[in-house]
């Protein structure tokens, strides 16, 4: 790569990934944070278990219908005011939560929150796709990726402090930590529409040689992809097969965040509260580790297959082995789960953006993403129905450690030189 190519790359790193990195945070925050309101909001509200397992997850239900077209919409209106927008929406709705005290504004609400945030992932992967040449690609996803176990680690002792101000002004504490996080998610919604360009075209933090020298490296990217209309991404068993990995992976993470801070909780014979969550808070420290590292060793490699399939192998392991461990044991074991399923992502999706271009790559993503979703809503509904049929609370992490090794065998399916020559192709030109 040129000086100015170099040049151009490192400073749109350093002005996208923290911006990035900060609406992942939020975003995650928001969707998981019910997780450590688990115990006490069902205890105020009366919410049975299978009404906060399909609350938990059908979150995914408008994610996983509304996600390729709001990647379309984004791509036709422009990633400032779509992405701005979006994180608006969703902020509110979060803060909504507070007022969510039976069961069907809890669902209700679940569901709008998750057609708010419906634009903001495949949004993140197209936006990466177009500002950053393939090379880079994975080590960016993979800081990016940090926001969830960032926001795990942090929001952990966030959530469980703001838990502590239970009886404050008259309400529970689920309702300060709804309403405090979601206000954070409506201050970085008007903050997106400041600092963010719609493209490459009109990026204010490059010169006019950078920005040339940019869009030339990521057009001649695109025009050797395979794919660049909008019913060849449909019709790539590759896609499809891809898809069906993102669901697996999404089962295995939505499977234990929704219901770590209790497990965590049990282990420690407590319930939710500051202590559990920092305990809760160490397996995502862990993650923040493999989501740095193992996404940088891709990029170096060009090895991506092979690797993203025994990262959730480790996982899979991960989650079995904290099954029936001892609460040391199972606290290291959840550390390698937490890893391998967080730090497989950005490893995975350089694999779509390496096969897909133009209108293909906004659809293929959001299609993708759908199914990723599909799983994130099949996550907690799994999970609690293995540990009722067997009638055994273990049984529903067995189950989902099975699932994750399954996903790993299916990665491991892939053609390695279609994984390759989208991948390889691109460290080589840059050496």
């Known amino acids: 790569m040129t000086t100015v190519l170099n040049t151009a790359v490192t400073k749109t790193r350093w002005r996208l990934v923290p911006f990035m990195l900060t609406l992942y945070i939020l975003a995650f925050l928001d969707r998981a944070n019910i997780g450590f309101a688990k115990q006490s909001y ?44 979006t994180t608006l ?19 209700t609400v679940r569901t709008l ?20 040449p393939q090379r880079t690609r994975a080590s960016v996803m993979g800081l990016f990726y940090m926001g969830a176990p960032l926001a795990l680690t942090l929001g952990s002792p966030l959530s469980g402090a703001l838990l502590e101000m239970h009886g404050f002004a008259g309400h529970p504490g689920w309702f300060w930590m709804f309403m405090i996080e979601g206000a954070l998610a409506v201050m970085a919604g008007f903050w ?28 001649s990217e695109e025009s050797k992809k395979q794919t660049s ?15 069906i990995i993102y669901m697996l992976i999404q089962i295995s993470v939505y499977g234990l965040i929704f219901f770590l801070p209790t497990q965590v909780a049990a282990l420690m014979g407590t319930t939710v509260g500051f202590k559990a969550s920092m305990v809760a808070a160490i397996p995502w420290i862990a993650a923040m580790f493999g989501t740095y590292y193992i996404p940088r060793y891709s990029d170096r490699t060009g ?13 899979g ?23 391998g399923f967080i730090a497989v992502q950005p490893v995975y999706w350089t694999m779509p953006t390496s096969m897909l271009s133009g209108v293909a790559l906004a659809a293929g993503i959001g299609f993708v993403n759908m199914f990723g979703a599909i799983g994130g ?23 989902l450690a099975v699932l994750t090794l399954v996903g790993a065998m299916v990665i491991m399916a892939l053609k390695k030189d279609k994984v390759a020559e989208n991948t390889t192709g691109a460290v080589a030109e840059a050496k």
């Open 42 to 85: 069902q205890l105020d509200t009366g919410l049975s278990n299978e009404a906060y397992a399909l609350g938990a997850g059908i979150f995914f239900i408008a994610y996983a219908c509304l996600g390729a077209p709001a990647s379309l919409l984004m791509k036709k209106f422009g990633a400032r005011k779509w992405i701005g927008v």
């Open 89 to 107: 929406c969703w902020g509110v709705l979060s803060s909504a939560m507070a007022f969510c005290d039976t069961e069907w504004k809890f669902l």
């Open 113 to 132: 929150l998750g057609a708010a945030e419906a634009g903001f992932f495949p949004g993140m992967i197209y936006l990466t796709s177009q500002w950053f």
């Open 192 to 219: 997106t529409f400041w600092y963010l360009d719609d493209n490459l075209e009109k990026a204010r933090f490059l010169t006019a040689e950078e920005k040339k020298a940019l869009i030339d490296q990521i057009s």
């Open 229 to 243: 209309r909008l019913m060849d991404a449909v019709k790539n068993v590759q896609v499809w097969h891809l898809a």
């Open 303 to 315: 090895n991506r297959r092979n690797l993203a399939a025994l990262t959730l192998a480790v996982a």
């Open 317 to 339: 392991i991960g989650i079995g082995v904290s099954a029936f461990a001892s609460p040391v044991v199972a606290i290291i074991a959840l550390c390698f789960a937490a890893a």
């Open 377 to 399: 809503f099949l996550a907690p509904l799994i999970r609690v129905k293995a540990e009722t049929v067997m009638n055994n609370s273990m049984a529903g992490l067995l189950t």
